[in-house]
């Protein structure tokens, strides 16, 4: 089991950027693909990015594509989510979910995710 916790949200300028982290506990962090999902008020939680139990392998919304890079570092059990050229249409919360280790090709379905965290929120001002 892991449990979530998501920091790094806020609020900023359209074009500016944010980090968001996620800090994973347990000592199984490698066994999970991970992935950040994004959900604005009376829509959907969608898809952002994913990232392979190594790293190796990244996945990214076309919407983000370009914009946000996914990372992770294993040896401290973190995975983050650097977002620049931020636009209005980003702002929603944000969380960090992670999943089995062989998700793939199942990245982009939300409900093949088994832990998420509390979600920060990122507002984007225009």
């Known amino acids: 089991q892991v449990q979530l916790v998501e920091s790094g949200g806020g609020l900023v300028q359209a074009g500016g950027s944010l980090r968001l982290s996620c800090a994973a506990s347990g000592r199984t962090f490698t066994s999970y693909t991970m992935g950040w999902f994004r959900q604005a008020p009376g829509k959907e939680r969608e898809f952002v990015a994913a990232t392979s139990w190594s790293g190796g392998s990244t996945w990214y919304a076309d919407s983000v594509k370009g914009r946000f890079t996914i990372s992770r570092d294993n040896a401290k059990n973190m995975v983050y989510l650097q977002m620049n050229s931020l636009k209005p249409e980003d702002t929603a919360d944000y969380y960090c979910?992670?999943?089995?280790?062989?998700?793939?090709?199942?990245?982009?379905?939300?409900?093949?995710?088994?832990?998420w965290g509390q979600g920060t929120q990122v507002t984007v001002s225009s």
């Open positions: 979910a992670a999943g089995s280790k062989a998700l793939f090709p199942s990245v982009f379905d939300p409900t093949k995710y088994n832990y």
